[in-house]
């Protein structure tokens, strides 16, 4: 069926690096998609978004690249700090889909100090 | 910080037992939703609400029923727990229109069945 996966469970970096998370959707009528942070006992914020008419898009240190051609969706971390240690999670929601968004199964962050 | 409030936040009761769990948003929004989501995994989408009377069934099938009737209000209740729905129960908003967008979650109602 169509999902949203994650292509690593886990992500162990040194604080100062950068990190890279990636994720693969599989519906090309994917219109529109969300990475979010969820830190332990917490519920997912919101971090950054993208259309799918856009190639990059750039926040406070993290920077969101899709790939349309390969349906591929990564998060660029930059200078890592340790409250960046959370799961991530992508997200995406379709043409037609009334709204609804359809996330990835995350993948867990550790940023060593 | 978004004001989206989810009680209780954590709660162990004996099967059988019914329970609700709440869920209050002062944002105004229209769009609400409930996912369900097991330790280390992905949120699943059970119910949600685009606005006042309205409620659908999400993605994941759920034995819970949730209520619109007010805006700011979408409880979700378990007429009869059981061990199966030992989990995290997550409440979100967002705005109506456009793409669904930015959804504010609260910080869940972690649920275990005994």
């Known amino acids: 069926g169509e999902n949203v996966g994650l292509h690593l469970p886990t992500l162990s970096v040194q604080e100062g690096d950068n990190s890279i998370i990636n994720c693969a959707y599989s519906?090309?009528?994917?219109?529109?998609f969300i990475w979010y942070k969820q830190e332990s006992g917490k519920g997912p914020q919101f971090i950054i978004d993208i259309r799918s008419n856009m190639d990059k898009r750039q926040g406070q240190r993290v920077t969101v690249l899709l790939n349309k051609t390969v349906k591929h969706l990564s998060l660029q971390i930059a200078a890592t700090q340790p409250g960046d240690s959370a799961v991530y999670f992508c997200?995406?929601?379709?043409?037609?889909?009334?709204?609804?968004?359809?996330f990835g199964k995350g993948t867990l962050l550790t940023v060593n100090p | 910080e978004a004001d989206i409030y989810q009680t209780p936040r954590y709660l162990v009761i004996g099967t059988g037992k019914k329970i609700t769990l709440e869920c209050s948003q002062t944002?105004?929004?229209?769009?609400m939703y409930w996912y369900q989501q097991d330790p280390g995994m992905e949120l699943h989408l059970i119910h949600y609400s685009y606005g006042v009377n309205s409620t659908e069934k999400g993605d994941l099938s759920s034995e819970s029923t949730v209520s619109r009737i007010r805006t700011e209000h979408f409880p979700l209740t378990l007429e009869s727990a059981r061990p199966s729905h030992t989990s995290q129960y997550l409440c979100a908003s967002s705005a109506l229109g456009g793409h669904g967008g930015e959804l504010f979650f609260g910080e869940g109602s972690r649920l275990t069945v005994l």
């Open positions: 519906n090309s009528a994917s219109d529109y």
């Open positions: 997200a995406e929601q379709r043409l037609g889909s009334n709204y609804k968004l359809t």
């Open positions: 944002m105004g929004h229209d769009k």
